[in-house]
């Protein structure tokens, strides 16, 4: 806007036809002394803003209105805006004028002012009469727009704008932010803000607020900046940040309550992913009675850093407003969840079956059938894994007698999702000369969702269970020949589970971690569980302290030295390891677990001696291998 600067006696000398100074003073001295200086009044004397209007006269006509107010940003456009769209609502008015100028007072020139004119012509009958109807709401909005900024874009945004207009007004307002907290922001929010909105939908931000928006890109950028922070302090370490506010979406049907949520996730490898199905699965697990907004998913790509940035509502059944315990209970467990759900995609893997194995088990299971009332002998082998199924092969080895029945009469009792066929079927000798043995080779493809852990690994434990379950249906109660330490394993972490009660079932996949995380293997399946609750207990209790560096737990029992160490550095891991190693104890006698989570790096022990001699010089070996 041009600027100009005069005092109040030239506006009252121009008034009375003096020269003016420049013909801008000409033109606000007299819109001053026209519209809105009348009886001597000064400047200072008004209540500002002010808005005029001229008097309706007969058609066709024009129509003007008159700001003044103080100095704002982007008041002239507000006022435009307003005036041609909303002076006749549902019609863009043509201006015949439109300018806005600046100026000040030469006795205060720090005190700047704003003028503007906008003349409509009116030449339908039904134009005036509506304008007449309108005419007192709309001064009043214009005098509320120019006193506030804030108030000027709510206007514009609740008198509905386009697409293109509402990017503007936010535009506008994080440059306001900008100019408010230029330590915070930097230039490239607009990058971020760009590819925000490239990729929302048009319908996204109709119904959202401008405030709202602007809320959820300047969240997301301080996620960013936070981000990038802790890499380049600990590239190794994944970090989750999130922030979550209450917002509501202006629907045609009426207003909707939602919970805005905004997830920042740094990588650590690549073809790592973590994307909608991951985030909604978290919080339902929390929050089982809310589910996610159509269409209110929108994630945002670092290409410079390892990092991913999320935005998702979610909303509730009934659409009540969230509670603030529930929104503490997000805020509380949602971190560590998301920690453990990011998904690693692994490469296909090409290996054919070989045969000679699958000839060689057979003769294994063979010779496991020596009477008539054995139990048919199975064995289970993984073949392969596709984005959509889990495939393997069965072998069953069974003694026919004269109630026995093909198989292949029975495979229909196989639950219907699953792909059940014959690859081959024949006798291969007899029990006591008489009854003959049965071999079935079997390929079973189940489809893989219903296996899949929180964090979308596969549990082929789960997989290969279900199909002893399903071959007792029709073979009845079979003897898993490569599944029996696995069915004791399952026993272990039954009962362990049951000790935990709802503190395992709160971490569910990391108890499942852990448990596998325990050697030797055969360990897990004699365990005592009471000893395993301990351990895990640490763990559970070394997340949640917070504690950085190198930290030691210890439980002292008359059986058993129960230890967890965190570690930050891999270095002092193997210190521990190779000051136990010097002591000797033999491999049945010491329980290990190996642990590495996003959280840490975890050695535990569980040492299993009752004499208090021997446990008291391993945690002395423990203890002088961390300089404790």
């Not at 006798?427 to 893989?448: A, S, W």
Request: proline share 3%; glycine share 4%.
């Amino acid at each position: 806007m041009p600027s100009v600067a005069l005092t109040s006696s030239q506006i009252a000398l121009i008034t009375k036809g003096g020269e003016g100074k420049t013909p801008y003073g000409e033109l606000i001295s007299d819109l001053l002394s026209k519209h809105f200086l009348k009886d001597n009044r000064s400047i200072e004397d008004l209540q500002l803003p002010m808005v005029v209007t001229s008097a309706f006269e007969e058609l066709p006509s024009y129509f003007s209105f008159y700001l003044l107010c103080e100095k704002r940003k982007s008041v002239g456009k507000f006022f435009f805006e307003i005036v041609s769209r909303w002076a006749v609502p549902g019609k863009l008015m043509n201006t015949s004028i439109c300018f806005a100028m600046d100026f000040a007072m030469l006795d205060d020139l720090e005190k700047i002012y704003s003028i503007a004119k906008v003349q409509i012509p009116l030449t339908a009958k039904w134009d005036l009469e509506v304008l007449k109807r309108n005419l007192d709401i709309l001064l009043q909005e214009i005098k509320l727009g120019a006193g506030s900024t804030y108030h000027a874009h709510r206007i514009l945004e609740m008198r509905g704008v386009s697409s293109s207009q509402k990017i503007g007004l936010i535009q506008e307002q994080i440059t306001g932010l900008m100019e408010r907290f230029p330590k915070r922001f930097d230039y490239d929010i607009f990058t971020l803000m760009q590819h925000f909105f490239l990729v929302s939908k048009e319908e996204f931000k109709a119904i959202r607020e401008c405030a709202h928006l602007v809320r959820v890109v300047s969240v997301l950028y301080f996620l960013r900046k936070d981000l990038i922070k802790r890499i380049e302090k600990l590239p190794e370490k994944r970090e989750i940040f999130l922030q979550m506010k209450r917002a509501r979406l202006n629907l045609p049907l009426g207003v909707k309550n939602v919970l805005a949520i905004c997830v920042g996730v740094s990588f650590l490898r690549e073809n790592e992913v973590f994307a909608k199905r991951h985030l909604a699965r978290a919080i339902q697990t929390l929050l089982p009675d809310v589910k996610v907004v159509e269409e209110s998913y929108i994630e945002v790509e670092e290409g410079e850093y390892p990092i991913h940035l999320l935005y998702l509502e979610i909303e509730k059944d009934d659409r009540e407003i969230f509670e603030e315990e529930e929104i503490r209970l997000l805020k509380k467990e949602l971190p560590s969840s998301l920690l453990a759900r990011v998904e690693h995609l692994l490469r296909p893997v090409f290996m054919p079956r070989n045969e000679e194995e699958v000839m060689r088990n057979i003769i294994i299971l063979s010779h496991q059938l020596k009477y008539v009332k054995d139990l048919p002998q199975i064995m289970i082998s993984f073949d392969e894994q596709t984005d959509k199924s889990l495939s393997f092969t069965v072998i069953i080895v069974r003694v026919l007698d004269k109630n026995s029945v093909p198989l292949s009469s029975h495979l229909k009792m196989f639950n219907s999702q699953y792909e059940v066929y014959i690859e081959r079927e024949r006798k291969l000798g007899r029990v006591r000369n008489r009854y003959f043995k049965e071999v079935c080779v079997l390929k079973v493809k189940l489809p893989i969702n219903p296996f899949l852990r929180e964090d979308d690994s596969v549990d082929l434990y789960a997989a290969r269970k279900e199909i002893v379950m399903e071959l007792q249906k029709v073979v009845g109660e079979v003897r898993d020949y490569n599944g029996g330490m696995l069915i004791k394993q399952s026993e272990t972490f039954y009962s362990l589970k049951k000790l935990l009660r709802g503190v395992g079932a709160q971490h569910k996949l990391l108890l499942e971690n852990f448990f596998h995380a325990i050697y030797p293997i055969e360990s897990r399946s004699f365990l005592n569980p009471k000893d395993l609750k301990t351990l895990f207990l640490f763990l559970i209790s070394s997340q949640q302290s917070g504690k950085k560096g190198c930290n030691l737990q210890v439980k002292m029992q008359n059986h058993a030295c129960i230890t967890l160490i965190e570690f930050y550095d891999l270095h002092l891991k193997q210190n521990v390891i190779n000051e136990i190693g010097k002591l000797n104890i033999i491999s049945r006698k010491l329980v290990q677990l190996h642990l590495q989570t996003v959280n840490g790096i975890y050695l535990g022990y569980i040492y299993l001696e009752h004499s208090k001699k021997r446990r008291d010089a391993f945690l002395k070996a423990v203890q002088a291998s961390l300089d404790f």
